[in-house]
């Protein structure tokens, strides 16, 4: 199956810019479309930030994070990065990277619509 790594996190200021990285392993990279997810405690909802698909890297951002955060993908090297800027207190979470093969919908925004899953990074920002 599909492995994926999450990197990156960090204990930042309010307004700061992070990167996290998803490094992916087995699976076909190209033939998968990436998301990330942020949970705020344990045990509770894995909220949508971001999606990424393949054809045309269509994006999904929710509604929170629009105009702050930007998702990437290096084919090459089968990383996905999530660029997050303008940190707020309400962004920290445990960040976790999802894929799921493409099928042709590139708006698939809820938790269960994904079949790998990274075990997270924690991302706290203090205001």
């Known amino acids: 199956q599909v492995t994926l790594v999450e990197s990156g996190g960090d204990l930042v200021q309010a307004g700061d810019t992070l990167r996290l990285s998803c490094s992916a392993s087995?699976?076909?990279?190209?033939?998968?479309?990436f998301a990330w997810f942020r949970q705020a405690a344990p045990g509770g909802e894995r909220m949508f930030v971001a999606?990424?698909?393949?054809?045309?890297?269509?994006?999904y951002y929710g509604d929170s994070v629009k105009g702050r955060f930007t998702i990437s993908r290096d084919n090459a090297n089968n990383k996905v990065y999530l660029e997050m800027n303008s940190l707020k207190p309400e962004d920290t979470a445990v960040y976790l990277c999802?894929?799921?093969?493409?099928?042709?919908?590139?708006?698939?925004?809820?938790?269960?619509?994904?079949?790998?899953w990274g075990q997270g990074t924690q991302v706290t920002v203090s205001s």
């Open positions: 087995g699976g076909t990279f190209l033939a998968l479309m």
């Open positions: 999606s990424i698909t393949r054809p045309t890297l269509a994006q």
């Open positions: 999802a894929a799921r093969y493409y099928s042709g919908n590139s708006r698939v925004l809820q938790q269960e619509e994904y079949d790998y």
